[in-house]
């Protein structure tokens, strides 16, 4: 399990429907954000002539999640010769909050999808946290071209595990699985 610290107040805390007052874990944060932000396309007006998009289509049987996304990102030079990227939200009346002092300081869901996933990719990659070499992100990618009025996108696809979580009252939830150090 890695770690992640939620900020007071955050829209996803990335802790287990099974042990809400245990440990949050970076993998259950990222599914809970792709999660979230799904759930805000299906249900928000999109800023026009956006081609952000999300899917996520869940295998119970397999218990794995796939998951494509699509941001429409800005980039820009920064001091020291390297590149920020920024997404803007590309929906309108979005509730989001990244929280205080956590992990996460995006200013809206779109940002913060980016930035989880990445974060989830860098410590997929380092072996020590990854002793398994699973690899559930098999694209995380930022590509420089003209789209939906910004000057870039960032893409990733995952395979992502998943849990089924019976909940005491009833009824069931899915959230992403641990499967790092």
């Known amino acids: ?8 107040g955050a829209s996803v805390s990335g802790t287990s429907h099974a ?6 874990s970076k993998e259950r944060y990222v599914y809970g954000i792709l999660g ?8 928000l007006p999109r800023v026009s002539e956006r081609t952000d998009r999300i899917t996520i289509t869940a295998n119970l049987s397999t218990k794995t999640a796939a998951i494509d996304l699509l941001l429409n990102v800005v980039a820009s030079n920064v001091v020291g010769g390297n590149t920020s990227y920024s997404a803007s939200h590309y929906l309108t009346g979005s509730t989001f909050t990244s929280g205080t002092s956590g992990d996460s300081s995006a200013p809206n869901i779109a940002q913060a999808a980016m930035e989880a996933v990445i974060a989830l990719k860098l410590i997929e990659l380092d072996k020590g ?7 559930v992100i ?3 990618t930022h590509i420089l071209a003209a789209s939906g009025g910004t000057n870039a996108t960032f893409s990733a696809l995952l395979e992502f595990p998943i849990e089924i979580i019976s909940l005491p009252g009833g009824g069931s939830v899915i959230e992403g ?3 790092l150090t």
């Open 129 to 135: 946290r990854n002793p398994d070499n699973k690899t």
């Open 19 to 24: 042990n809400p007052t245990g440990p949050a």
């Open 1 to 8: 399990m890695a770690d992640h610290i939620f900020g007071a």
């Open 138 to 140: 098999t694209r995380c």
């Open 36 to 43: 979230l932000l799904e759930q805000e396309e299906n249900i």
């Open 177 to 179: 699985k641990n499967y």
